[in-house]
């Protein structure tokens, strides 16, 4: 098959590492995949992870930029000169950047994948409308990405929820021995703390000192001694709430605690050298990080909504353990379930996490998934 990955924009996250990892798999099989960049607005020497057996296009619209019409053109000539059976959109934008290439191919299939909870209820009806009139599948990433877009869009069998996946030979086991004196926390996310919370798990690991300083915590033999890694390009928009934290870490003692590294182009091995990962998002329609910690046997602390949820409810059914769900937008109890965490680390099986991912989230698996909708629909 021709298939066609379309995205406005290509910097450091979870969705393109993602589309990286799907692309590579997918022409290992054999298909012919091209990766289609909108915008002029992606990260150069991320781009370079992409396998020189997908195609890459730049079409180079300029960020902000009112004019389309000659890059949805420009689309459609690409379409049109690759043959491209499939194109494959993230996000309702793409699908509407693509109506003119669906007129002038008409025979063209077009997915859309939406990537997180709150999109389709923030959607105009018009663009719905628009969208509808070309699109022949839309993918949900979890369950209750699926609900949300049902209530705008009847046709179920429009709809399939396929879960995002890892590929586990990117992803091997932790080594290192757990310290409880030295507890090593981690978070990957784009710093974006009104969605990723990273402001949270700042004052959960002030809290965290706090109660492990006086008082029936540190009765128990727990030491203060704690740090929390943070992976992750601040977000355009994001600079003053990242000079904000910034500034309460130095009010609060928390230089030797708290480090912002910004990218990180290794995250399988920054994983590995860590003992728990931390996602305190305000909202999240899946949690590819979650599973991604997870291949590397680490516990993983998650706030107490829909996207992680339904992976701990997962884990659940298979009996297996794989930490806690705190309070979303509660640093204290964020810090309690650390502690939690922390105080019972000997139960967590690092081979068991692992075979979850495993059974639930490979990326073989979503492949397959993917390739078998394709096939469907041509």
Not at 1 to 12: A, E
Not at 153 to 164: A, L, S
Request: aromatic share 8%; net charge negative.
């Amino acid at each position: 098959m021709n298939i066609m990955f379309l995205i406005f924009s290509f910097n450091v996250g979870g969705i393109e590492r993602l589309l990286i990892d799907m692309a590579d798999n997918m022409a290992k099989r054999g298909n012919n995949i091209t990766l289609c960049v909108i915008n002029d607005d992606y990260d150069s020497e991320f781009i370079k992870h992409i396998s020189p057996d997908v195609d890459v296009v730049m079409l180079g619209r300029a960020m902000g930029s009112k004019s389309s019409f000659k890059y949805m053109l420009s689309l459609a000539g690409v379409i049109k000169r690759k043959k491209i059976d499939v194109l494959h959109c993230q996000g309702i934008n793409c699908v509407i950047f693509s109506f003119l290439a669906k007129i002038l191919n008409p025979t063209i299939k077009i997915i859309n994948t939406v990537h997180d909870v709150g999109n389709y209820p923030s959607y105009s009806n018009l663009k719905i409308a628009v969208q509808n009139l070309i699109l022949d599948k839309t993918i949900a990433i979890s369950n209750i990405v699926e609900e949300e877009i049902l209530k705008r869009i009847k046709d179920r069998n429009k709809v399939k929820t396929i879960y995002n996946a890892v590929d586990l030979g990117r992803f091997t086991l932790r080594n290192g021995i757990f310290d409880p004196d030295n507890v090593m926390l981690c978070n990957v996310a784009r710093f974006f703390p009104d969605k990723k919370g990273q402001d949270l798990l700042v004052k959960a690991v002030s809290a965290y000192k706090e109660l492990t300083g006086c008082g029936d915590i540190s009765d128990r033999g727990v030491a203060s001694d704690i740090r929390c890694d943070f992976a992750g390009a601040v977000f355009k928009g994001q600079e003053t709430a990242y000079e904000q934290l910034q500034d309460f870490v130095a009010a609060n003692g928390l230089e030797s605690n708290i480090c912002f590294l910004g990218n990180v182009e290794d995250i399988p091995g920054f994983l590995r050298e860590h003992d728990i990962f931390v996602l305190p998002s305000r909202y999240e329609g899946f949690g590819i990080a979650l599973i991604e910690s997870l291949a590397c046997g680490l516990p993983v602390i998650a706030s107490n909504i829909d996207g992680p949820k339904e992976i701990f409810e997962l884990a659940r059914e298979d009996s297996v353990d794989i930490g806690f769900l705190a309070e979303c937008g509660d640093a204290g109890d964020l810090a309690a379930k650390i502690w939690d965490c922390v105080s019972g680390y000997d139960k967590y099986d690092k081979l068991k996490m692992r075979e979850f991912v495993e059974r639930h989230f490979s990326i073989d698996h979503m492949v397959d998934e993917h390739l078998n909708l394709y096939s469907s629909l041509l």
